[in-house]
């Protein structure tokens, strides 16, 4: 399916269940490669994503299988320390198997990431933690190697929190000797989570969620079962899509706390959304207030609903401005958007969005992953029909959102 086509203009209603989170498994996916034996990850999301990390994986000689929303994995036959050139660069993420093949095997070969259409994205924070651990990296032409005989403790600062720079350690620290401290590490929920799983195969980690993680290195570790958190982001989307609709939608399977960033700047935005018992239900809203946003690390405003809330600031009474700090570039849906008659001008890291009454279906793209939700949130207000292309990019990370918005009531097919 190559195309997401939207009639603009109706109401949606009833609930969505939102899916594990796509940035909590990917991580726990490379994760399982750490002990001897099979673990399993319940609320697997079935994402392209998911599918390449998989790929990866069975490359390095585990085996992966999938069954009613659990990923088996079973790293006995870890064997292979190097990881599949062509799916490292469809994926950034499967970079995140770095640390645990450093743990298990002494030794990674991963091929350098590709260039990302938001931004440079380097990777020196991850390499800075694994050369402190005692690892020798040599950046090559088309691979990164990295080679120890045993990974033992550090304290390692990160100049900036990164998620995958402290996932990576966090899994490579495990099994090193000793204890790591990692300062001004992440604090997203996706680094609870792992923490999480981590502990239940035998780690000793104390300290995720803040902004000191310190983590025991112990012998060996042992395969363990876990569920994913929610996704927040696709939480977020959702809330979105029944805001600019004016529609009721309630969303099951979400943990508050995760998306009280967004909750925080969506009540300024004037959406009315009440907390319940088993989730979370935004109500119809009024007209769209202007609101100032920055993006941040957890617990700021998350970079990856910047482009959904552009999408819903298009229609503001009044003029918004987003300025994004996370990522260099990731300003690529303000050209679609304008597409559809939003009144958007960017001038460096930040966004002016001038409110307008409405806005026209179109045939746009879905440049990246949140900027194709940030699509489908326009379409979905839009008059008219849209017609989305590049839509590969949306199912990286969205699980089953076409089928999803037709049973809340949306106006979507793939074609
Ligand atoms: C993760 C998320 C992504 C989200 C991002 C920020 C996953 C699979 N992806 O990506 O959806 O948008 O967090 O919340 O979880 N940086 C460096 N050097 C490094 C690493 C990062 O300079 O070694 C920079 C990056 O270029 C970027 C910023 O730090 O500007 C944030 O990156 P990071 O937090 O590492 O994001 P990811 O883990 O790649």
Known sequence: MNHIIIEGGHRLSGTVHISGAKNAVLPLIAAALLPDGVSEIEETPWLTDVCYMCDVLNYLGAQTHYEN???????????????PFEEVQKMRASFLVMGPL??????????LPGGCAIGARPIDLHLKGFEAMGARVTIGQRYIEAQVNHLHGARIYLDFPSVGATENIMMAASLAEGTTIIENAAKEPEIVDLANFLGAMGARIKGAGTDVVRIVGV???????????????????FMLMAAITGSELFLENVITSHLQPMIAKMNDAGVRIIDEIDGLRVLPSGPIMPVEIKTLPYPGFPTDMQAQFMAYLALAAGSSTIRETVFE??????AELAKMGA??????HTALIKGVPMLKGAYVEATDLRAGAAMIVAALAAEGETVIGQVDHIYRGYENIVGKLIDVGAKIREE
Not at 69 to 83: E, F, H, K, V
Not at 219 to 226: D, F, M, N, T, Y
Not at 329 to 334: E, L, S, Y
């Open 219 to 237: 012998g060996s570790l042992h395969p363990a079962r876990h569920t994913t958190i929610p996704d927040r982001i696709e939480a977020g989307s």
């Open 329 to 334: 570039n990731r300003f690529m849906h303000v």
């Open 343 to 348: 009144d958007i001008t960017v001038k460096g």
């Open 69 to 83: 929303g659990t990923l088996q994995i079973n790293s006995t036959g870890l064997t292979d320390c190097t990881a």
């Open 102 to 111: 450093l743990a298990r095997l002494g030794a990674a070969r991963i091929p």
